[in-house]
């Protein structure tokens, strides 16, 4: 409704941020240092999302005077016109059936997958002592880091804000580096048989079809 803010509802912002971090805490089930960073760093992006999508609207503010001359008559208070991707590309109608809107909710329903299907071959190798060789280990190296980064950009078709937009390549530079990190490890830890790995796997972008034998990383 016009002049009625969709804002301030905090219990959202925290209800919906638990909810995400969870699903990501009980895919990932960080056990090293290097797993909560990873964690962490998502869990900001989630709780600066959120703050902004329920809490506080901190880029329509900043952004308001612009918004107000070039969209007269639009409430950017109402949960519908937060969506500013779709205001500035000109899409009309409900913006929760919107072309970004769809594609947002499979980005982020994908990359919840591959961080699932990721770690439990991850988990099995783990606990044989091995190099995980199966399923996204086989496509990419790292592919709960892609999984975080996918889901990241999901959200940002949805509901892109100033933080978020900041945060999202600054959070992509934090997991390549940690994934240089388990890198190293993986080198101590496997030598010869991880550069091979190395060699023949791409680190982020998955190879379309899967090799009958490969290894993996983290």
Request: hydrophobic share 50%; net charge neutral; proline share 5%.
């Amino acid at each position: 409704m016009q002049g009625e803010s969709s804002y301030g509802l905090w219990t959202l912002v925290i209800l919906n941020s638990a909810i995400f971090i969870f699903f990501a805490f009980s895919f990932v089930k960080p056990k090293t240092r290097t797993d909560w960073r990873s964690l962490g760093a998502f869990s900001g992006f989630i709780i600066a999302l959120f703050t902004e999508m329920y809490g506080f609207p901190l880029t329509i503010y900043f952004l308001s005077g612009w918004l107000a001359e070039q969209y007269p008559g639009i409430d950017f208070l109402s949960h519908e016109s937060g969506h500013l991707l779709d205001t500035l590309l000109g899409l009309e109608g409900d913006a929760h059936f919107s072309i970004l809107h769809i594609a947002s909710n499979a980005l982020i329903i994908m990359g919840f997958f591959i961080l699932s299907s990721s770690w439990a071959v991850l988990h099995k190798a783990q606990q044989a002592g091995a190099m995980a060789s199966d399923g996204w280990y086989a496509r990419c190296r790292h592919p709960q880091y892609l999984a975080f980064i996918i889901i990241m950009f999901g959200f940002l078709l949805q509901w892109p804000t100033i933080p978020t937009l900041v945060m999202f390549p600054i959070l992509v530079v934090v997991y390549v580096r940690l994934a240089r990190t388990e890198e190293k490890k993986a080198l101590a830890e496997f030598g010869e048989q991880y550069r091979q790995y190395q060699r023949k796997t791409p680190a982020f972008i998955p190879r379309l079809s899967q090799p009958s034998m490969q290894a993996g990383s983290t």
